[in-house]
């Protein structure tokens, strides 16, 4: 519901309780305006409204369990309504609202070179930031690159170095092998030799 109609709608509760000259339930409000679209809830709910805006609008009775049961209108009641009721205090603050609003949509506009200018800054921003993003996704990339290398290179390192040294130990052994085998060698020759008379 909006606004205004619930505006309205205190105005009518508030002529039909200065139309009476007594007490009367709020189920007649009810009946007489929302049933059956709205809940006596809403009736209750709107009653609180003109309450809380000015409690000498109406003259309230509980009973039943209920704060709002009974009511009538007061001596203020007319006075209020010829002044123009919910209605006019709400049309004065839609334009309150709509002078408030227009003061904001009347701030200085930017001039077309002012405007050029905020583009070129705008552009100016955007290239540096794309540069700067770049530059930043490829020093990750670097960083990136640099730790497998050095994650990787002992892997491959110690697998020549292990070839190299396994080679080495077998080249010693096969020296030692052929010093043994030069001195078996050279012994069998000087044996030989030695048999052999001159």
């Known amino acids: 519901m909006s ?15 200065h139309g009476r000259d007594d007490y009367f339930e709020v189920q007649l409000l009810y009946d007489e305006f929302l049933r059956p679209n709205y809940s006596l809830q809403y009736v209750e709910k709107l009653l609180r409204e003109i309450i809380d805006h000015d409690h000498n609008l109406l003259d309230i009775m ?11 209108s007061t001596a203020y009641t ?8 919910f209605k006019d205090l709400y049309i004065e603050e839609e334009e309150r609202w709509d002078i408030f609003l ?5 701030t ?10 905020l583009g070129r800054t705008e552009k100016a921003i955007y290239k540096r930031e794309r540069l700067l993003l770049f530059g930043l996704i490829g020093a990750v990339a670097c ?24 080679i080495e130990k077998k080249l010693e052994t096969m020296e030692h ?13 000087q044996l030989y030799e030695n048999k052999i008379p001159q």
């Open 3 to 17: 606004e205004f109609f619930k505006a309205e709608l205190k105005d009518k509760f508030l002529e039909y309780a």
């Open 62 to 72: 509980s009973g039943n369990g209920v704060k709002i049961f009974m009511l009538s």
């Open 78 to 85: 007319e006075e209020f309504l010829e002044e123009g009721g």
């Open 102 to 106: 227009e003061q904001l949509s009347n």
């Open 108 to 117: 200085r506009r930017l001039s077309s070179e002012e405007k050029a200018d």
């Open 143 to 166: 960083s990136f690159l640099f730790t497998v290398y050095s994650l990787l290179k002992p892997l491959f390192l110690e697998t020549e170095v292990s070839r190299i040294v396994e």
């Open 177 to 189: 092998q052929n010093k043994g085998l030069r001195q078996e060698l050279d012994s069998v020759l």
